[in-house]
């Protein structure tokens, strides 16, 4: 991932953010959902989870996505999925993309999971 120059972690967070949802937008994704992960897990700052409907929208939202964070300077993301398009996952470093088909992201309910209370808020026994 190349580094931004002149620019703070939270910028260049912000920045990528909205060229994904931005992009997710353009390509008619369906039920979008932002997932702050901040404080959650390590693996990224955001979390993206959005709906393709069918195996070529979810590819077609995919590979739109990729274009647009090649062309706004943000790197060449992970990818893994594309082939098959059920799932597609797209790390880009701070920020994770997953666009599902309906049935598959209602199968693994990502949402659920990762949008649950922090331990730091609950009493643990």
């Known amino acids: 991932m190349p580094s931004l120059a002149g620019m703070d972690g939270s910028d260049a967070v912000s920045r990528a ?5 931005a992009s997710l937008e353009d390509s ?6 932002s997932i702050d992960l901040h404080g959650k897990s390590s693996l990224a700052d955001h979390m993206v989870v959005a709906s393709g409907r069918s195996h070529r929208h979810v590819a077609a939202v995919a590979d739109h996505l990729i274009k647009a964070l090649k062309d706004a300077g943000l790197g060449t ?3 893994e999925g ?3 398009a ?3 996952l797209i790390d880009s470093g701070d920020i994770i993309v997953h666009v599902f088909r309906p049935e598959v992201r209602d ?3 990502l949402e659920k999971m990762w949008q649950a209370p922090g331990l730091e808020e609950e009493t643990v026994h």
Do not use: G, M, Q, T
């Open 17 to 21: 953010l909205k060229a994904v949802l």
């Open 28 to 33: 008619k994704a369906e039920n979008i959902v």
């Open 77 to 79: 993301p992970r990818i």
């Open 82 to 84: 594309l082939a098959a």
């Open 86 to 88: 059920d799932w597609v």
């Open 107 to 109: 199968f693994y309910n």
